[in-house]
């Protein structure tokens, strides 16, 4: 991916929390954007954060997590969950 396309990917990734800003936790959109967001991460990033402490666990997820709305939180743990299962192959 060039420079470019990664600025491009990187703006679309930071848009599509806000399209859920009033949506369900239920939306499907959340399991892609889960999915994409840890895509993105570099591989060395992906493998600390999936075996850090659980989501659920850390004493700043929850004050993180109370700051966005309950769908773009579910995109959150998602990709928590999703590093976490990744990191346990």
Do not use: K, N, W
């Amino acid at each position: 991916m060039t420079a470019p396309e990664s600025v491009a990917r990187g703006e679309e990734l930071y848009r599509r929390p806000a399209a859920l800003e009033d949506a369900a936790v239920a939306d499907p959109r959340i399991d892609g954007l889960a999915a994409d967001l840890v895509a993105q991460l570099p591989p060395g990033l992906a493998a600390a954060l999936g075996t850090a402490m659980p989501c659920s666990a850390h004493p700043f997820a929850g004050a993180f997590l109370d700051g966005l709305s309950p769908a773009q939180a579910e995109v959150v743990r998602r990709a928590m969950d999703l590093l976490t299962r990744q990191a346990a192959r």
